[in-house]
């Protein structure tokens, strides 16, 4: 005899059972797709609380969970890593994150990248769990839709573009000047320097489809209008490659020069004074003569008496945002570079109306008397300068006065048709500095009139210039005193 279990259990019990049911589904179901997800990579970083995908506080997963990472030496090489783990693009920024809850456990990650590693686990990494007390955690900021590739440094490269989670290569035809001012702002640098089709290779991938229509005061690339491509195909060697200058976030002050003082680093809205251990100064004064484009090292004087964070440089880096830094406060320095002096200006000048501009510079009619003059803007008191002419060993040296000094020729021959440049010399700093002019190109020509002719016409006018302002003064103060008598 066949018992029906079904209609053998009373209605309601059933009714009461479905919940339950389906909650169990529910759990089995969950705890299946849960044992479907792989956990992340160990050490595979993120972002978090960022106003972008690609930027917030820095969090490692380590032995399980997420946790931030604490203060250590970073560099932008690190960040450039970060970024291209993340598949954002250039590093724009590392700053100081929030300050840790003391207390609250964090990753003690200290990493050396040399900035080609596809994950910050493919570096030297040194670390592991620890509490961090009384510091900051990691902000980065990373581009979001275009990168600088294959370059010499975070400021150069083929311009890629991020389209359809894939990059992809511009057509040097599809890119202008205005373009060029984006990219380079969007990446965090200064002003373009260089923009040339293939200058950085062709890339793998695929040819951006679209034509941008940027007006050049956009913030981010992705702020600019595109059309479609007026050009069907990207010709070999045509992948745009660009060049920006370095971002304008190092100064020196207190040294009469942009070129001598104070290191001071532009950091997140004010200038912070920059700080290095007496070992490391020199490699730090060298990136920031570099970057400031003030030549070499001269010197690196004793710390003044403000500390601020410190720089760890190799020396090579091509700025300081390059270098690894930490948020400890270290002795100041003052840098003093080769380039201290401004560069001098010269021109020529004639009493006689000798001289005429031509394709190649200045041309003195022949046997005018002219007047080169040197002079530099106001830095330094003293100093000389030394006019040189090319070609010639002849040479002329005078004391600076009022920043300036001034050579007479009596009369031009060709002996005096040539390249002429002034060399202003200063002792400063306990040590010597110079800096040369531009050319002066000068032409020596035949005069239409004989010299003597035209002085006597230049007198004639100036007597004729001078009796009639005199007569003129006669006939006004006469009349003046008539009206005073009526």
């Known amino acids: 005899m066949t018992v029906d279990l079904f209609h053998s259990v009373e209605p309601q019990l059933v009714k009461d059972m479905i919940p339950a049911v389906i909650l169990m589904i529910l759990f089995r179901s969950t705890d299946l797709q849960a044992q479907s997800v792989s956990p992340p990579a160990e050490l595979s970083v993120r972002l978090v609380n960022g106003t972008t995908s690609c930027s917030g506080t820095v969090e490692a997963f380590y032995r399980g969970e997420w946790s931030g990472l604490c203060t250590g030496w970073w560099s932008m090489r690190e960040v450039k890593v970060v970024c291209r783990e993340l598949d954002c693009g250039n590093p724009v920024a590392e700053s100081r994150g929030p300050l840790f809850e003391d207390g609250r456990r964090g990753v003690t990650l200290y990493s050396s990248c040399y900035g080609d590693e596809s994950s910050i686990r493919q570096c030297d990494v040194i670390g592991g769990p620890g509490v961090c007390d009384g510091g900051y955690y990691h902000h980065v900021t990373c581009s979001e839709s275009v990168r600088l590739v294959d370059g010499a440094g975070l400021c150069s490269g083929r311009v890629e573009v991020k389209s359809n989670q894939s990059w992809a290569s511009v057509c040097e035809a599809d890119f202008d000047r205005q373009d060029a001012e984006v990219v380079c702002r969007d990446v965090g640098c200064g002003a373009p320097a260089a923009l040339q089709g293939g200058l950085y290779g062709e890339g793998e991938g695929q040819t951006w489809d679209k034509e941008f229509q940027c007006k050049g005061k956009e913030s981010l690339l992705l702020d600019c209008d595109t059309s479609d491509r007026k050009h069907n195909t990207c010709l070999p060697g045509n992948a745009v490659g660009l060049t920006c200058s370095e971002p304008d976030d190092v100064r020196l002050v207190g040294g009469d020069s942009r070129c001598a003082g104070g290191v001071e680093w532009y950091d997140q809205g004010e200038w912070r004074t920059v700080g290095a251990e007496d070992w490391e100064q020199e490699d730090v004064a060298a990136v920031v003569c570099r970057q400031m484009g003030c030549g070499s090292t001269v010197s690196v004087l004793p710390g003044n008496t403000t500390r601020g964070f410190g720089v760890d440089c190799d020396g090579d880096e091509s700025a300081l945002r390059e270098c690894r830094r930490t948020y400890d406060l270290l002795p100041g320095l003052t840098v003093i570079c080769s380039d201290l002096l401004v560069q001098p200006d010269i021109f020529l ?85 110079s800096s040369e002019s531009e050319l002066l190109s000068l032409t020596i020509t035949a005069s239409p009139l004989p010299a003597f002719i035209i002085r006597h016409v230049v007198v004639l006018l100036i007597l004729l210039t001078a009796i009639t302002t005199s007569y003129l003064y006669y006939k006004v103060k006469t009349f003046t005193q008539m009206l005073q008598v009526i």
Not at 364 to 383: A, D, L
Not at 391 to 409: C, D, E, K, M, Y
């Open 349 to 433: 000048t004639d009493p006689m109306g000798g001289v005429s501009r031509g394709h190649q510079g200045p041309e003195m009619f022949r046997g005018y008397n002219f007047t080169i003059t040197c002079s530099t803007q106001p830095q330094y008191p003293g100093g000389s300068y030394l006019l040189t002419f090319t070609g010639s060993n002849r040479t002329q040296t005078q004391p600076a006065v009022n920043h300036s000094a001034a050579f007479l020729f009596p009369a031009a021959d060709d002996s005096h048709q040539g390249n002429y440049s002034c060399v202003y010399d200063n002792y400063v700093f306990s040590h010597n500095f």
